[in-house]
């Protein structure tokens, strides 16, 4: 079974920018589409963005476009979410997980999830 890992995340200020990154262990990542979800206190799973397995399709939720952005190097077997002009609201631990995209809304259509790593956003 796809075995995933996130890391990158802290504590930033408002403004600030992060970059998580999702590696793949046991198995290649090349071949799975890959969706970064994140929660938040007391709120429900949702999905942030989504990248195909070669990479020549996003999606993205609209609390997000524009500063994040999701990306890929199978060479690498990680997918990464570059986080740019965080806002207080974007705190949440944030999960990779293994996704057909079209779905990625739907974190229970999801698999192979990782054990997330916090972002905090606080000055």
């Known amino acids: 079974q796809l075995q995933l890992v996130e890391s990158g995340g802290g504590l930033v200020q408002p403004g600030g920018s992060l970059r998580l990154s999702c590696a793949a262990s046991?198995?290649?990542?090349?071949?799975?589409?890959i969706a970064w979800f994140r929660q938040a206190p007391g709120k429900e799973r949702e999905g942030v963005s989504c990248?195909?397995?070669?990479?020549?399709?996003?999606k993205s939720a609209d609390s997000v476009k524009g500063r994040f952005t999701i990306s890929r190097d199978n060479a690498k077997n990680t997918v990464y979410l570059q986080m740019n002009s965080l806002k207080p609201e974007d705190t949440a631990v944030y999960y990779c997980?293994?996704?057909?995209?079209?779905?990625?809304?739907?974190?229970?259509?999801?698999?192979?999830w990782g054990q997330g790593t916090q972002v905090t956003v606080s000055s």
């Open positions: 990248i195909t397995s070669t990479g020549g399709s996003i």
């Open positions: 046991r198995f290649t990542l090349r071949y799975y589409a």
């Open positions: 997980a293994a996704v057909n995209c079209a779905y990625y809304k739907d974190y229970n259509s999801a698999t192979s």
